[in-house]
T-cell receptor
Framework: GAGVSQSPSNKVTEKGKDVELRCDPISGHTALYWYRQSLGQGLEFLIYFQGNSAPDKSGLPSDRFSAERTGGSVSTLTIQRTQQEDSAVYLC?????????????FGSGTRLTVV | GDSVTQMEGPVTLSEEAFLTINCTYTATGYPSLFWYVQYPGEGLQLLLKATKADDKGSNKGFEATYRKETTSFHLEKGSVQVSDSAVYFCALLYGNNRLAFGKGNQVVVIP
């Protein structure tokens, strides 16, 4: 597609439920990133996929968080047993190999609210 | 670890005023530096970047110079417009192609 597409744009869920957030990167981009944007906390790195390499999961805050990328394209971020502190905007970005020197293209994000 | 620090708090100024947003970094070596902008309801967009010391990145009237001596990459614009109202993030590129972002500054330009 023309840009990075994320869905849903907004998600309200009850504490304890599982949620799945989807990211559709720019066609041909081999690198895909997930970040979390919390109020007053800036952007927090979560996970990075590059081609067929093992993902860099070093930013995932707990084992309730996981992500996969199927066929080198669409990615799904899953949060199990959601907690109120998981409320944030989850941003996905993609780039060509080597990240174009940091020139990521971001999606508009999914705003997650855990009630 | 490598990180960036932005000045605290929102910035409110009048149209045509001069804008400065401070950014300093901590890093081993000399990472590439970036400013990203997030307009209301949109995703982050790359505004400008600099890849080595003394480089000046510029775009849309904004400028930032990579200062190794002061480990800074301050963003400036000589005459802001209402359409510049957005959140601005400073960032650096570190190991394994990851960006580390500052907390961002909300800029509000009043007509």
């Amino acid at each position: 597609g023309a840009g990075v597409s994320q869905s849903p744009s907004n998600k309200v869920t009850e504490k304890g439920k599982d949620v799945e957030l989807r990211c559709d990167p720019i066609s041909g981009h081999t690198a895909l990133y997930w970040y979390r944007q919390s109020l007053g906390q800036g952007l927090e790195f979560l996970i990075y996929f590059q081609g067929n390499s093992a993902p860099d999961k070093s930013g995932l805050p707990s084992d309730r968080f996981s992500a996969e990328r199927t066929g080198g394209s669409v990615s799904t971020l899953t949060i199990q047993r959601t907690q109120q502190e998981d409320s944030a905007v989850y941003l996905c970005a993609s780039s060509s190999f080597y990240g174009q020197g940091g020139g990521y293209t971001f999606g508009s994000g999914t705003r997650l609210t855990v009630v | 670890g490598d990180s960036v620090t932005q000045m605290e708090g929102p910035v409110t100024l009048s149209e045509e005023a001069f804008l400065t947003i401070n950014c300093t970094y901590t890093a081993t070596g000399y990472p590439s530096l970036f400013w990203y902008v997030q307009y209301p309801g949109e995703g982050l967009q790359l505004l400008l970047k600099a890849t080595k010391a003394d480089d000046k990145g510029s775009n849309k009237g904004f400028e930032a110079t990579y200062r190794k001596e002061t480990t800074s990459f301050h963003l400036e614009k000589g005459s802001v417009q209402v359409s510049d109202s957005a959140v601005y993030f400073c960032a650096l590129l570190y190991g394994n192609n990851r960006l580390a972002f500052g907390k961002g500054n909300q800029v509000v330009v009043i007509p």
